[in-house]
């Protein structure tokens, strides 16, 4: 929406030769988004200059808009469509087009270290997901339900198997605002939980038996 607005009222954002957006704009990106991990504080300490390969939601959000059909490249910008100007006055329906490209259609192996899949499909995914995460849950815990092996194994060994899933499925489910991630520590002792938001019980309908059963109390 930040970006729908921005082009309303200052016209096509540019592209460079490569076709990334210019750095005017990825700098307005950064503070206006305000994305969680993503402040321009950290991104200029890390960057003299900002381009778009720096800013990841950005490179995402771009990809994202072009497959989704709501901008279009067009004379060394990128403009609105009338598709985006139509969701626009209607949220819910952008959020559930862009949620549909972003979880089921975006191919995000390529933002993985070694073009990485991930073996399984969304209606696994979002059952196991919905059940684990009532409450604070790990991605060692999620991956041990899906894939097996203990959750200390999945720690210690296994951070290749962790880091497909959180980029295929955990980070696309936060970054569509329906888990949110909870970082507790530093550096190697950095540990991810995270926990439905308001946003997954209004936005998904799943079958009855992927739903969270109550805990039997004694």
Known sequence: MLTFDYIETNGPIG???G??????????????FNWPHYSLEYLYAVNKVLNEVDY???????????????TRHYKGTMQLTKLA????????????????????ETDHSRHTRH?????????????????EAETAVTEERL?????????????????????T??????????????????????????REFFTK????????TLSPDEEPKAPILH
Request: hydrophobic letters at 50%; aromatic letters at 12%.
């Open 165 to 190: 899933f959180y980029i295929h499925v955990l980070r696309p489910l936060c970054w569509m605002g329906l888990l949110e991630e909870h970082r507790v520590g530093k550096g190697m002792e950095r």
């Open 85 to 104: 100007r139509d969701l626009k006055a209607s949220p819910a329906a952008l959020w559930t087009h862009l949620a549909q490209h972003f979880l089921i």
């Open 19 to 32: 076709k990334a957006l210019k750095r005017y704009f990825v700098e307005w990106a950064a503070k206006a």
């Open 143 to 163: 991956c041990s339900v899906l894939f097996g092996g203990s959750e200390a194994e999945i720690r210690r060994y296994d951070y290749h198997l962790t880091a």
């Open 115 to 131: 073009g990485d899949r991930l073996v399984g499909d969304w209606d696994i995914f979002l059952g196991i997901v919905n059940v």
């Open 15 to 17: 592209l460079t030769a």
């Open 197 to 204: 938001t308001p946003l997954w019980h209004a936005a998904l």
């Open 56 to 70: 990841l939601p950005l490179v995402l959000l771009h990809d994202l808009l072009i497959s989704a059909k709501l």
